[in-house]
């Protein structure tokens, strides 16, 4: 018995543990997100994918355990089986597992969490964007600059935020108002805006293109009009940009 429910258990562990730990994201469908354009978006893909494969693992089991008992173990005539209780090493192993199954996951997602909110150190050359959130709409402050340029949005016109392809930007996000959320889906990572405080974190965009931004924090009347563009453009180019956009209004 306690040979059976050791290879049970490790017949539901090790392909988790493997799966999780050498899949590779682009050998596997995207399920469901969009595609990466930065550094920190692939490993967050590679996290809901390893999450979707350790569910299908765990689920094939189950399914398998399931189709196995109702096969094999449906009701033969009118004898009643055996009747057991108190099984210990198969209490334990329900115990077990899904701690194991948790545990593994939470490994995972706290490594991933940590690797993508980590912030360069000082001196470290960045680009730092300052972005404000504003009943209903953004601005952003590229602090790049000398004369920190200002771009402020307005709900009835969308804003557009320049990025440096291939360079890293950190983002400092504060709100004027209520809380908002700074939400690009192709990121794959948003982050709260919260009144009286400066939350921060880096990304390096990846891809050439024009992205939609937009608030994912239930703000108010106008919630739904919080959008804005974000830009990938060559990083020979984007100073240049930035500067063209001294003095404008959006
Ligand atoms: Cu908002």
């Known amino acids: 018995m306690r040979n059976r429910s050791r290879s049970l258990a490790a017949l539901l562990?090790?392909?988790l543990v493997l799966v999780l730990s050498s899949c590779s994201a682009s050998e596997l469908p995207r399920l469901g997100l969009p595609?990466?354009?930065?550094?920190?978006?692939?490993?967050?893909?590679?996290?809901?994918q390893g999450s979707w494969v350790a569910a299908l693992v765990v689920g094939a089991f189950v399914w398998g355990?399931?189709?196995?008992?109702?096969?094999?173990h449906r009701r033969r005539g009118e004898h009643i089986p055996a009747q057991t209780k108190y099984n210990v090493p198969i209490e334990i192993l329900y115990t077990v597992v899904p701690f194991?199954?948790?545990?593994?996951?939470?490994?995972?997602?706290?490594?991933?969490?940590s690797a993508i909110t980590k912030i360069s150190p000082k001196g470290t050359a960045v680009h730092v964007i300052h972005v404000n959130g504003i009943r209903w709409s953004w601005q952003f402050t590229y602090e790049d600059l000398p004369a920190n340029t200002v771009v402020t949005g307005t709900p009835e016109h969308a804003p557009t935020l320049y990025l440096p392809l291939g360079e890293?930007?950190?983002?400092?996000?504060?709100?004027?108002d209520v809380n908002h959320s700074f939400?690009?889906?192709s990121f794959l990572m948003k982050m709260d805006m919260i009144a009286g405080r400066t939350n921060q974190f880096e990304v390096t965009p990846e891809k050439l293109g024009?992205?939609?931004?937009?608030c994912a924090e239930l703000c108010g009347r106008d919630h739904s009009l919080m959008l804005f563009n974000v830009?990938?453009?060559?990083?020979?180019e984007y100073m240049q940009i930035v500067n063209t956009l001294k003095g404008s209004a959006a």
């Open 13 to 15: 562990v090790a392909p």
């Open 35 to 48: 595609e990466a354009v930065t550094d920190n978006g692939h490993r967050t893909l590679s996290l809901w």
């Open 65 to 72: 355990l399931i189709i196995w008992s109702v096969i094999f």
């Open 100 to 113: 194991l199954i948790v545990a593994v996951l939470f490994y995972f997602t706290a490594r991933d969490e």
């Open 168 to 176: 890293r930007v950190r983002f400092d996000l504060t709100t004027t």
């Open 183 to 185: 939400w690009v889906p």
């Open 210 to 214: 024009t992205y939609a931004g937009k």
């Open 231 to 236: 830009k990938v453009v060559p990083a020979a």
